[in-house]
């Protein structure tokens, strides 16, 4: 993943975050993008595909992908 664990900590936040039922893209990208070059959380997990973007109904929706949800329990398991 990242070459940060800093970066690294707070994907597993955003993904942990976003949870097992997709949210709407605003409500993600308010609360994870950053202009900061050096915590590239958001930007990191989409270029990983740990998160896939979806619409339903006209609403842009985000989700934590397979990748994603094997990732987290990967990281889970390694922290027990």
């Not at 993600?28 to 990191?44: G, K």
């Amino acid at each position: 993943m990242a070459d940060s664990p800093t970066v690294d900590a707070l994907v597993l936040d955003l993904l942990e975050w976003i949870g097992s039922a997709p949210r709407p893209y605003a409500e993600v990208i308010d609360a994870w993008r950053t202009s900061c070059p050096r915590l590239p959380v958001w930007e990191d997990a989409n270029a990983a595909g740990l998160i896939e973007h979806q619409r339903r109904d006209g609403v842009a929706l985000v989700s934590v992908s397979q990748k994603g949800r094997a990732y987290l329990e990967a990281r889970r398991r390694r922290q027990a």
